[in-house]
């Protein structure tokens, strides 16, 4: 009994540390040592599952935080406008100027929810994704007159000036909604950080590639940021 206890105490050791890892604590791993037997091919199989389960949940945590942070713009902007529309008394083309713009917001999230439910299906294979040509001039006019709305816009300077005639070369493929998303943020950051400067959001081909340009005269991104960007 004694060496049978002896003998399975490795194994016991694993069980007991794979029952005590919890999503609080994926981080954990076993202890493979230096052998090269079955027991530490087993704890080196577990650590291979538990970095990809850590990944797994780390990347759907920041999908949850994006997608709330997202969300929270245009219902913010819905949210303020009925507050304007309730603060006095108006005449009846301002309330129908509050509701386009209200109509406008609420489109913007029906769009992004489509956006980040199409996000969500889209595994590795790419299923559920569903590319289509948008033009990268037309979502930077759709940007800027969304964020005219919801506050920053007006502070927007767009320069499509150096565009081709081409409108094959302003051209992409993929998903116009999260593309939207995904610059969006960029200008929005850009608004945020600029004070009350403009921002430049300027859109041309060089020949070779689409350019996206966005400068402001904000505090630029500390070293330490830039790794997650």
């Known amino acids: 009994e004694y060496f049978a206890t002896q003998a399975l105490s490795p194994i016991n050791r694993i069980i007991r540390k794979v029952q005590s890892i ?41 999908f949850i935080n994006n997608a709330s942070h997202e969300l929270r713009n245009p219902l913010t902007a819905i949210l303020g406008l009925t507050e304007v529309g309730q ?10 100027e509050l509701l386009r713009d209200i109509e406008r917001e609420a489109q913007r999230l029906d769009h992004l ?15 559920g994704f569903t590319a289509v040509p948008f033009r990268v001039d037309e979502i930077a006019m759709e940007i800027k007159e969304a964020m005219t709305v919801s ?53 041309l081909n060089d020949g070779n590639d689409i350019l996206i340009l966005v400068a402001d005269k904000g505090i630029g991104i500390p070293s330490g940021e830039l790794t997650n960007i």
């Open 22 to 62: 919890r999503a609080g604590n994926l981080d954990d791993r076993l202890e493979v040592g230096r052998g090269k037997d079955e027991l530490a091919e087993l704890a080196g199989t577990f650590n291979n599952m538990l970095d990809r389960l850590e990944i797994a949940f780390d990347q759907q945590s920041r």
């Open 87 to 96: 603060a006095r008394q108006r005449d009846a083309a301002s309330y129908k």
């Open 113 to 127: 929810v489509d956006g980040l439910l199409q996000l969500a299906q889209t595994g590795e294979s790419g299923k």
């Open 151 to 203: 506050g920053p816009g007006g502070r927007i300077r767009l320069d499509l000036e150096e565009l081709p005639e081409d409108a094959r070369g302003i051209t992409l493929t993929g998903s116009p909604t999260l593309f939207k998303v995904a610059l969006g943020n960029i200008v929005e950051n850009a608004c945020k950080y600029s004070g009350n400067e403009p921002v430049q959001l300027r859109v």
